[in-house]
């Protein structure tokens, strides 16, 4: 059985139909998450003893899975402010807030993130969340974010991250959309697509929309050095950040 496969088994049994469906209709969701839990683990065998993650907006449980599965010895803060979701994230992933390592938080991403003390996070990861903020809450994450990793701590974050060319990100948007319609109708789910698009204005809006280019610069600008967006699929990407050991809160 390839890696992928194997992966792709995991979850299934796990996750369950969140997961089949999630890989259905944006199987680059799905690869994003994949992503964010490699970058983890990647972190990981850097440091020399176990390291603590906080998750913004865990959802269903997909992500935090692929977190928890980077390296055994992590301990992870799931923060996710919608019950509805989080609580099938505690169902399905109940071995390991039992084991001890996943805890999780209802708060928002800025009250939760507000809670803990500075310099007290190696890793903060997720993926598509931030793309859901208004611009101006997200700089206020962003800035917490800073303030609670710890020296040399990394952002990981998979998501949409819109690309600077607007008419090249109008074009992949509107294949996105075409994939919508081609799945859910073929399985007769017009709710799913209905909810779907209605999201999709939701993220294109202009107080949404998280450009490449801004992203970047807001990162800079509260501190974060080394960043760095890569394994671009279409208008999904995975950024990477580091807070320098040089950073004063």
Known sequence: MSQDSAYDAMFSGVIGQDYQMLKLICPFATEMSRLVGVAVGE????????????????GTGITTLSILSADQNLKLLSVDNEPTMQNQAKQNLQDW??????????????????????????????AYTLHNFRA?????????????????????????????????????????VAGYFKVLTEINRLDLLEHWIIHLFNDESENHI????????????????NIQLQSRLQVNALLTALKPESFIN
Do not use: P
């Open 43 to 58: 972190y990981a065998q850097t440091q020399t003893t176990a390291i603590n993650v906080v998750e913004l907006g865990g």
């Open 97 to 126: 807030v039992d084991a001890g390592r996943l805890t999780f938080s209802g708060d928002d991403a800025l009250t939760a993130l507000q809670a803990l003390d500075s310099n007290s996070v190696d890793v903060i990861a997720s």
């Open 136 to 176: 101006d809450y997200r700089q206020q994450v962003i800035v917490e974010m800073q303030r609670v990793l710890k020296a040399n701590g990394q952002f990981i974050n998979g998501d949409r991250y819109a690309l600077d060319d607007a008419s090249a990100h109008t074009r992949s948007t509107q294949q996105e």
């Open 210 to 225: 998280m450009r490449e280019a801004l992203a970047i610069q807001q990162m800079t600008a509260a501190g974060f050095v």
